[in-house]
Antibody, heavy 120, light 106 residues
Framework: QVRLQESGPGLVKPSQTLSLTCTFS??????????WSWIRQPAGEGLEWIGR???????NYNPSLKSRVTISLDTSKNQFSLRLSSVTAADTAVYYC????????????WGQGTLVTVSS | SYELTQPPSVSVSPGQPATITCSGD??????ASWYQQKPGQSPVLLIY???RRPSGIPERFSGSNSGNTGTLTISETHDMDEADYYC?????????FGGGTKLTVL
């Protein structure tokens, strides 16, 4: 059964770098035409797409976050990761990883989400 | 940048149809998807490619996309359908979500 699971620190200090990993199970992350995305949701607010990586390693990022975001893929571990630098309190949110179907561009599987709080 | 606009809230009585709209420039030229999110849970895919339902999604959920407006319709609303609903599309190599609509079943 396909599953995505986020992991990483729940608390990050301002100005530091937020790092999260998403582990994919049930199939190989490197097979098929899929994109691997990060999406976040501040408490009580809507969904914000952060960026994605394709199995080839090519990436696309939300223009509003592009200067601070890096998404990478480790096919040997069936994982992909998010790094968000210079965080502030505005980056406090539930962070989701999700799989996006390549041609039709919808998200068919989501992780359960992990809360990251930016605070000193 | 591309934007998708949804009404913040929609109210409906049990058993009645509910309609949630999603507006974006020439949205009909893109594929619209819809997600349901209940409190404390991850979003769940309801509709993809404008009007297709994944397996396991009840038939009372349907979608359409014409002109600048995508529409999610629940034919007979159940209490369990009370949730937040998000539309999503793709533009110029970027994913875009609507702001979300809170559906209240009165």
């Amino acid at each position: 059964q396909v599953r995505l699971q986020e992991s990483g620190p729940g608390l990050v200090k301002p100005s530091q770098t937020l790092s999260l990993t998403c582990t994919f199970s049930g199939a190989s992350i490197g097979s098929g035409s899929f994109y691997w995305s990060w999406i976040r949701q501040p408490a009580g607010e809507g969904l914000e797409w952060i960026g994605r990586i394709y199995t080839s390693g090519s990436t696309n990022y939300n223009p509003s976050l592009k200067s601070r975001v890096t998404i990478s893929l480790d096919t040997s571990k069936n994982q992909f990761s998010l790094r968000l630098s210079s965080v502030t309190a505005a980056d406090t949110a539930v962070y989701y990883c999700a799989r996006q179907v390549g041609a039709l561009l919808y998200f068919d599987y989501w992780g359960q989400g992990t809360l990251v709080t930016v605070s000193s | 940048s591309y934007e998708l606009t949804q009404p913040p809230s929609v109210s409906v009585s049990p058993g009645q149809p509910a309609t949630i709209t999603c507006s974006g420039d020439k949205l009909e030229n893109k594929y619209a998807s819809w997600y349901q999110q209940k409190p404390g849970q991850s979003p769940v895919l309801l509709i993809y490619q404008d009007n297709r339902r994944p397996s396991g999604i009840p038939e009372r959920f349907s979608g359409s996309n014409s002109g600048n407006t995508g529409t999610l319709t629940i034919s007979e609303t159940h209490d369990m359908d009370e949730a937040d609903y998000y539309c999503q599309a793709w533009d110029s190599s970027h994913v875009v979500f609507g702001g979300g609509t809170k559906l209240t079943v009165l």
